[in-house]
């Protein structure tokens, strides 16, 4: 039987609670697609995205909402389904 480690704290930054809707832009061909989504939590180095569309790991957004950090674009760490098209992303600045 193979046991799983426990998870270890990745993050460089204490998160704190933050909710909010937020609008963001996903480049595509044809130009730039805007999205919303629910910020869940946030540091200086990140934040946790509930959103309706998949986005890949790696994918950059443009966040055009007001934050309390100053970065303007993140790109998706990890992502996944929550139920539906319901997802759970993180994201880190860049």
């Known amino acids: 039987m193979e046991v799983t480690p426990k998870m270890v704290e990745k993050r460089k ?6 909710i909010a809707v937020i609008e963001y832009g996903v480049r595509r061909d044809a130009g730039t697609e805007t999205c919303k989504g629910v910020a869940a939590d946030i540091c200086e180095s990140g934040f946790s995205l509930y959103l309706f569309r998949l986005l890949a790991r790696g994918e950059e957004i443009m966040i055009r909402t007001e934050l309390p950090v100053s970065p303007r674009t993140a790109s998706v760490r990890w992502i996944r389904r929550i139920d539906g098209n319901i997802f759970k992303a993180g994201l ?3």
């Open 13 to 18: 930054h204490d998160r704190r609670d933050f």
């Open 92 to 94: 880190m600045f860049v």
